[in-house]
C-alpha cells in the first residue's frame, strides 16, 4: 500500500489529540475553554471595568514586553497566549500538510472561519467574504463602485483613514464627479457631528457616495454612524463604511449601524494574528458594487467575487474561532467598558491641564478608549513629532504622533486590556510635567 498521508492529521494540530470528525478550529477551541477569563457572574461592565485583579487576570494572558509604557495599540492587536498558541500549531500543521490540506481540509475550515465572523457581526455567512485587513475590504468597496459619474458628487472628511480619502478623491477623479472635503472640529459631540454631516448633505444635492469612519484612526472619535446613513438613505446617498478600528473597541452588531457595506480587521481588537480583514457586504446590496476585474456574478449574489485574496495566510484564517473565542470570553461590552475607563482616567485630568487640548469626543457616545492629545497651540508635525519623542525618551511613555486632522497633529493614546490603570497613572503624571 502506498503511504498515504491522512487528511485529518490537521487535526493533530495540539499534539496527539483523538479528535474524531470535528474541525480543527472548533476542536481546538473546546480544547481551550478552560483556559479562558471567565468574569466575575454578578458584576457590571461599568463596575468590572475598575476591577484591577479581574483585569490583572486578563494580563497574564498575554506575553508583554518590558521596559517601555506601551500606549501605542491602535496599530495592531496582540494575540493572547492561547490564541498565539493556536495559531503556532496551525502553522506548524499546514507547513507540514502544504498543497494536502490547503487543497482538500482548508475550505471547510475556512467556511467555518467565516460563520464565526459572521455570527459575532450578527450577519448570515452569505453577506461576509475574509480579506487580509479592512484596507483590501474598504479600497475594493471603493474602486469598484460604479454608481457614480460625472454630474456627481461624493465625499469624505478629515476623520478618515488618509489611505481611503486618498481613494474617494481617486474615484472622484477618474469619473469627473467632484469631491467634497468636510473638515469637523478637533472635539465633537454626537449632535455635532450628525448635523455636520446633515448640512453637508443639504448643501450638495449632487451627493451619492460618502465615506463613513465609525471610529477614526485619528483621535479615536466615533461617528454616529447609524443616524447619518438614515440621514444619507433619505436623500438616495450610498454610504462605505470603515469599520477597521472599532470591532472589538466598541461592542455592536453591524446591523446596529444600518449601513449596506463595511471594512472590519480581526488584527486589530478582536486580536488575531495579522492578515485577517473582513468585508460586510448586506444580502441584496451588490448591484452597484462590481465584482473583482475579471470576476463574474450575473445574479449579483456572491460576494466573495468582490475580492480576489488569492493564497492567504492559512494559519492565520484558521486561528479566527480562537481570537473570537478569547474575546468573547471577555466580553465585548467589558472590554470597550474596561479601555474607556482607562481613557476616562488620563482624559479627565488631562481636561483641568491648562497646557494639554484633548481630541476626540465631546460627549461620551463619542468617545472609545482611544483619544489624543496636544500641548495647547502646538499642532504642527515638528511640535507633535517632537513631544512624542519627550515622552518616549524623558517619561518612558510610548505613543504616536497623527497629523491628518484639520485642525492639526496630535499625539495619540492607545491603551490594551492588559495596560493597568498604573500605567496610565505615569502618563497623567507626565502631562502635568508637560507645562515646564
Ligand atoms: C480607521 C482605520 N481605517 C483603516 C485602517 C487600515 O487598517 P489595515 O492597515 O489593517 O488595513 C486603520 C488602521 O489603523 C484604521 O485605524
Known amino acids: 500500500m502506498p503511504n498515504t498521508p491522512s487528511l485529518f492529521s490537521r487535526r493533530d494540530i495540539l499534539g496527539g489529540l483523538v479528535l474524531g470528525t470535528a474541525t480543527l478550529t472548533t476542536t481546538r477551541l473546546n480544547a481551550q475553554n478552560s483556559a479562558l477569563p471567565k468574569p466575575p457572574e454578578k458584576t457590571d461592565a461599568a463596575r468590572l471595568a475598575q476591577d484591577e485583579a479581574f483585569w490583572h487576570e486578563v494580563a497574564g494572558y498575554y506575553d508583554r514586553a518590558d521596559g517601555i509604557v506601551n500606549l501605542e495599540h491602535g496599530y495592531w492587536g496582540k494575540m493572547a497566549k492561547p490564541v498565539q498558541d493556536h495559531y503556532l500549531a496551525a502553522t506548524e500543521m499546514v507547513n507540514k500538510q502544504l498543497s494536502f490540506y490547503a487543497r482538500k481540509g482548508y475550505g471547510s475550515?475556512?467556511?467555518?472561519?467565516?460563520?464565526?465572523?459572521?455570527?459575532?457581526?450578527?450577519?448570515?455567512?452569505?453577506?461576509?467574504?475574509?480579506?487580509?485587513?479592512?484596507?483590501?475590504?474598504?479600497?475594493?468597496?471603493?474602486?469598484?463602485?460604479?454608481?457614480i459619474g460625472p454630474d456627481d458628487a461624493l465625499l469624505?472628511?478629515?476623520?478618515?483613514?488618509?489611505?481611503?480619502?486618498?481613494?474617494?478623491?481617486?474615484?472622484?477623479?477618474?469619473?469627473?464627479?467632484?469631491?467634497i472635503v468636510l473638515n469637523l472640529p478637533a472635539r465633537a459631540s454626537q449632535s455635532h457631528l450628525l448635523e455636520a454631516y446633515t448640512r453637508a448633505f443639504d448643501a450638495n444635492p449632487a451627493l451619492k457616495l460618502i465615506l463613513l469612519t465609525h471610529v477614526s484612526n485619528q483621535h479615536g472619535l466615533v461617528l454616529p454612524v447609524a443616524q447619518i446613513a438614515e440621514q444619507a438613505r433619505q436623500r438616495g446617498i450610498d454610504v462605505i463604511c470603515d469599520n477597521a478600528q472599532s470591532w472589538g473597541l466598541l461592542d455592536y452588531k453591524i446591523t446596529d449601524l444600518k449601513v449596506d457595506w463595511a471594512g472590519f480587521n480581526l488584527h486589530k481588537w478582536?486580536?488575531?494574528?495579522?492578515?485577517?480583514?473582513?468585508?460586510?457586504?448586506?444580502?441584496?446590496?451588490?448591484?452597484?458594487?462590481?465584482?473583482?476585474?475579471?470576476?463574474?456574478?450575473?445574479?449579483?449574489?456572491?460576494?466573495?467575487?468582490?475580492?480576489?485574496?488569492?493564497?492567504?495566510?492559512?494559519?492565520?484564517?484558521?486561528?479566527?474561532?480562537?481570537?473570537?473565542?478569547?474575546?468573547?470570553?471577555?466580553?465585548?461590552?467589558?472590554?470597550?467598558?474596561?479601555?474607556?475607563?482607562?481613557?476616562r482616567l488620563w482624559t479627565t485630568e488631562a481636561d483641568s491641564m491648562e497646557h494639554i487640548e484633548v481630541l476626540g469626543g465631546a460627549?461620551?457616545?463619542?468617545?472609545?478608549?482611544?483619544?489624543?492629545?496636544?500641548?495647547?497651540?502646538?499642532?504642527?508635525?515638528?511640535?507633535?513629532?517632537?513631544?512624542?519623542?519627550?515622552?518616549?525618551?524623558?517619561?518612558?511613555?510610548?505613543?504616536?504622533?497623527?497629523?491628518?486632522?484639520?485642525?492639526?497633529?496630535?499625539?495619540?493614546?492607545?491603551?490594551?486590556?492588559?495596560?493597568?490603570?498604573?500605567?496610565?497613572?505615569?502618563?497623567?503624571?507626565?502631562?502635568?510635567?508637560?507645562?515646564?
Open 109 to 147: 475550515d475556512a467556511r467555518e472561519a467565516v460563520a464565526r465572523v459572521a455570527r459575532s457581526l450578527g450577519v448570515d455567512s452569505d453577506e461576509i467574504v475574509l480579506t487580509r485587513n479592512a484596507t483590501e475590504s474598504i479600497h475594493n468597496l471603493i474602486r469598484q463602485y460604479q454608481s
Open 363 to 436: 460627549d461620551e457616545a463619542s468617545w472609545t478608549g482611544m483619544a489624543s492629545f496636544r500641548l495647547r497651540g502646538q499642532n504642527s508635525a515638528a511640535q507633535v513629532n517632537a513631544l512624542q519623542k519627550r515622552l518616549e525618551q524623558d517619561f518612558g511613555i510610548f505613543t504616536v504622533a497623527r497629523y491628518e486632522l484639520d485642525s492639526g497633529a496630535c499625539i495619540r493614546v492607545t491603551p490594551q486590556v492588559f495596560t493597568s490603570s498604573d500605567e496610565i497613572a505615569q502618563l497623567t503624571d507626565a502631562l502635568k510635567r508637560l507645562k515646564v
Open 156 to 179: 469624505y472628511a478629515d476623520v478618515d483613514y488618509p489611505s481611503f480619502q486618498q481613494t474617494m478623491q481617486w474615484l472622484a477623479d477618474s469619473s469627473n464627479a467632484q469631491a
Open 270 to 343: 478582536i486580536g488575531s494574528p495579522v492578515g485577517v480583514g473582513a468585508l460586510y457586504m448586506r444580502r441584496g446590496s451588490l448591484d452597484k458594487i462590481q465584482p473583482y476585474p475579471g470576476e463574474a456574478d450575473p445574479d449579483d449574489t456572491r460576494i466573495s467575487t468582490r475580492v480576489h485574496t488569492a493564497t492567504s495566510n492559512f494559519a492565520a484564517i484558521l486561528t479566527v474561532p480562537s481570537a473570537l473565542d478569547f474575546h468573547e470570553s471577555i466580553g465585548g461590552n467589558n472590554k470597550e467598558a474596561r479601555l474607556k475607563y482607562l481613557r
